[in-house]
């Protein structure tokens, strides 16, 4: 398994911990006494989405699709990595600011920066791994 | 990869790029303090993710590992295969635009009934494949 797809399962494994973690503080009962806990919820769903099963998925993929050739058996290591860290980088400041700002701090350049470093993680990825999408 | 998985794969990479893209815009737009109509584009950044890319990869790569058989074409009857991977994608289209637009709630009803369909006939195609490698 290469060096890049364990860190993605490893990391993504941690996302589902934290995202069951914070599940248990969404139920009704806590929510009702501290209502804060409602703006932690859209937070929760991309925790697990993103950094549990999409997180996964990109480093099965990474590992498991046909090669791209002899020399860069995985394509752009480096995209693959960029991938990894914008990623990540991008879910942990989104876990941040998204709660912050539903709770009317002022978060929007985090917000920003959230945003454009997923988008770019998940662009990096698609371009990763379009070419090694092929016929055999 | 066979044909098919290719293009339920590279379809699903497409729905990717897309739905992470609504995603940043609906995640900046209280930042940016931008108005954008965020009840319209939330239904289509699920529908892109969830069943574009998400499902469409699973079934993409499901068409590609599952076992084959030995007698016949390898991965049996292909064109129901290929009929999910059509209604699949009409679905998540029809299903998207509905919401973005703000179409009747018939108009995305219809596009989960395609998706719904899809289903149906993936399980078609995939169910004789579940079995034990080399039977």
């Not at chain 1, 945003?115 to 092929?134: D, K």
Request: charged share 10%; aromatic share 12%; proline share 6%.
């Amino acid at each position: 398994m290469p060096t890049l797809t364990r860190w993605f399962i490893k990391s993504a494994m941690l996302y589902l911990l934290a995202a069951l973690l914070l599940s248990i503080a969404l139920q009704p009962q806590f929510r009702d006494e501290l209502p804060f806990l409602a703006a932690v919820w859209p937070t929760y769903l991309h925790l697990l989405v993103i950094g549990w099963l999409t997180q996964l998925i990109f480093g099965v993929a990474l590992w498991l699709f046909p090669k791209h050739s002899a020399a860069r058996p995985r394509g752009d290591e480096r995209l693959g990595w960029a991938s990894f860290v914008l990623l990540n980088v991008g879910l942990a400041l989104r876990a941040i600011a998204e709660p912050s700002h539903a709770l009317g701090h002022r978060v929007g350049a985090l917000l920003v920066v959230a945003a454009v470093a997923q988008l770019l993680a998940g662009w990096a990825f698609v371009l990763n791994t379009w070419p090694r999408v092929r016929e055999r | 990869m066979p044909k098919l998985s290719v293009w339920f794969v590279r379809t699903a990479l497409v729905y990717l790029a897309v739905g992470f893209a609504l995603g940043a815009v609906l995640l900046a737009a209280p930042g940016l303090q931008l108005r954008i109509p965020a009840a319209r584009l939330l239904p289509a950044h699920i529908e892109f993710l969830l069943t574009g890319w998400m499902v469409q990869l699973a079934l993409g790569v499901a068409f590609w590992i599952l076992p084959r058989f030995r007698v016949g074409p390898e991965r049996g009857r292909e064109e129901i295969a290929w009929a999910s991977y059509v209604l699949l994608n009409i679905g998540v289209v029809t299903a998207a635009a509905g919401a973005i637009i703000g179409l009747p709630a018939l108009v995305p009803s219809i596009g989960h009934a395609a998706q719904g369909l899809a289903a149906g006939a993936f399980a078609l195609h995939a169910w004789p494949r579940i079995k034990v490698f080399g039977a």
